[in-house]
């Protein structure tokens, strides 16, 4: 577990993340606020908005049922449900029980642009990354009008809850989002096609994180997309592959190929945005190398092998997904959790499992896969070697 002293500085958390495997850092795909020390560079509070597949409500403080391991977790609301603590989670170590220790944005299925259908189509929440800007925004704007009246209306216990209005622009957002895009685009594109739909993608984020700094929001950590190709899902139905399909540790090579050409065009983008938005100190972290690091070398972290899943029943042709019921063999089975799911890089085949977010988060924190080479602690001071 992260000792709670590495995050000493960052006492508030809002979080708006994509946790599609995260998570995540919900696959996290999410943002992060965080005050910063202007002398030392440090960033000492943190709101973090996570644009996420694990939630689906703006911010309502919400106590989350007991998850399969056993640990009682607090959040802001929630919908989609994997195990444990996701990647998010392990970056901002503190639990955001309290409001004025953050609040949650995110959205089960989120993604950067809007899609034309609806959540019961196919999950994909109607909460895109522009949508959830609109909602901070509000909270915001409602937070500082409360802090207003909080000496003539709110004792001062619920005024400390509050975010202070000062800490919106000295805070750090970490992003995580564009994996559920990219799961739309195989459903529904041509690789073709997909590939030349990224570029719309990226100038939809781009537009996002310029919003956030024209409402104050100066410093960001942003996540690349995972290898989404290694999701157990992206293989789960595949039949007797050709060769060449999969790579050594069982991904599907197309669906990783256009993850890169994503973060291709995303590190090209970022470095873009750091030269229009002048006072803004913008961290790249490389989530995709730092998972496919994991997912080659599961065996010597003692894990299983990657396309194993913990949650849920997968015989052949027979799919009982986690957490649901389903007809095998003519008898009602349910897709149960297995006994060790700390031995288990996937959770339920989308998601990561608890311990891979916590391995995943050991390993970008401290800098190790970030542009600049920084860890989360140093993040809200803009560096001049870009």
Not at 23 to 33: A, L
Not at 156 to 163: E, Y
Not at 173 to 189: E, N
Not at 205 to 230: D, E
Request: charged share 15%; glycine share 6%; net charge positive.
């Amino acid at each position: 577990m992260i000792s709670p002293a590495y995050f000493k500085n960052i006492p508030n958390i809002f979080n708006f993340s994509v946790h599609l495997s995260n998570n995540g850092m919900c696959n996290s795909n999410s943002i992060t606020i965080v005050t910063v020390s202007p002398l030392e560079g440090y960033c000492n509070s943190t709101l973090q908005f996570t644009i996420s597949g694990t939630q689906i409500r703006t911010p309502e403080v919400s106590l989350l049922h007991l998850n399969p391991y056993k640990h009682l977790m607090v959040r802001v609301s929630s919908g989609d449900l994997p195990e444990g603590f996701q990647m998010v989670d392990f970056s901002l170590t503190s639990s955001i029980t309290l409001l004025g220790h953050g609040a949650n944005f995110a959205t089960a299925g989120s993604t950067i642009r809007r899609q034309n259908e609806t959540i019961f189509q196919s999950g994909i929440s109607p909460f895109s990354l522009d949508v959830q800007i609109v909602h901070f925004h509000r909270f915001q704007s409602r937070t500082e009008e409360l802090y207003r009246q909080a000496d003539l209306t709110l004792h001062v216990s619920v005024k400390n809850k509050l975010p202070r209005p000062r800490e919106f622009s000295k805070s750090l957002y970490t992003i995580d989002i564009g994996q559920t895009d990219l799961a739309v685009g195989f459903r529904q594109m041509s690789n073709m096609q997909l590939r030349t739909a990224i570029a719309d993608i990226i100038n939809q984020f781009s537009a996002a994180v310029t919003r956030l700094y024209q409402q104050g929001a100066r410093a960001f950590w942003i996540h690349n997309t995972g290898p989404i190709g290694c999701l157990p899902v992206s293989t789960l139905y595949l039949r007797n592959p050709k060769q060449g399909v999969l790579d050594n540790y069982g991904c599907l090579k197309r669906h990783n190929e256009l993850a890169l050409e994503f973060n291709r065009q995303l590190k090209a983008r970022i470095r873009t945005l750091r030269a229009e938005l002048e006072h803004a100190a913008i961290t790249y972290v490389d989530v995709y190398a730092a998972k496919y690091e994991l997912i080659s070398n599961a065996k010597s972290q003692d894990f299983m092998e990657p396309q194993k899943i913990c949650c849920g029943l997968h015989e052949g042709n027979r799919h009982v997904w986690c957490g649901q019921k389903g007809i095998v063999r003519g008898a009602e089975v349910f897709g149960g959790a297995c006994v060790n799911p700390s031995d288990y890089i996937s959770w339920d085949g989308i998601h990561y499992s608890q311990a891979a977010n916590q391995w995943i988060a050991n390993h970008i924190l401290n800098g190790n896969f970030s542009d600049p080479p920084i860890p989360i602690t140093h993040a809200c001071h803009k560096h001049l070697h870009y």
